[in-house]
């Protein structure tokens, strides 16, 4: 590749970067709009079991999060409220 197309390259890799995309722009827990929520039950459950729940009693998608109750490996029990859109632990 020559200088010329190298500059022009560089030049859209620049312009690409600087544009606001829905990742950069999302601050709350919500998804784009139009954009279905990517947890299914399945992947929360998943979350839940390597955030120490080993089982889980009770599992409730309530609008962007999953909420789980479930018990620790001592028999403790415990909850934790899921991202439905990433699967981040919330407080």
Request: aromatic share 6%.
């Amino acid at each position: 590749m020559n200088f010329r197309g190298r500059m022009t390259g560089l030049a859209l890799l620049s312009a690409v970067m600087t544009m606001p995309g829905p990742a950069l722009s999302m601050t709350s827990n919500q998804p784009p709009p139009g954009e279905p929520a990517l947890l299914s039950e399945h992947g929360a459950r998943q979350v839940a079991w390597r955030f120490g729940i080993v089982h889980v009693e009770e599992i409730a998608r309530c609008g962007s999060r999953w909420e789980i109750a479930g018990r620790d490996r001592d028999g403790n029990e415990t909850m934790l409220d899921i991202s439905a859109y990433d699967g981040r632990i919330l407080d």
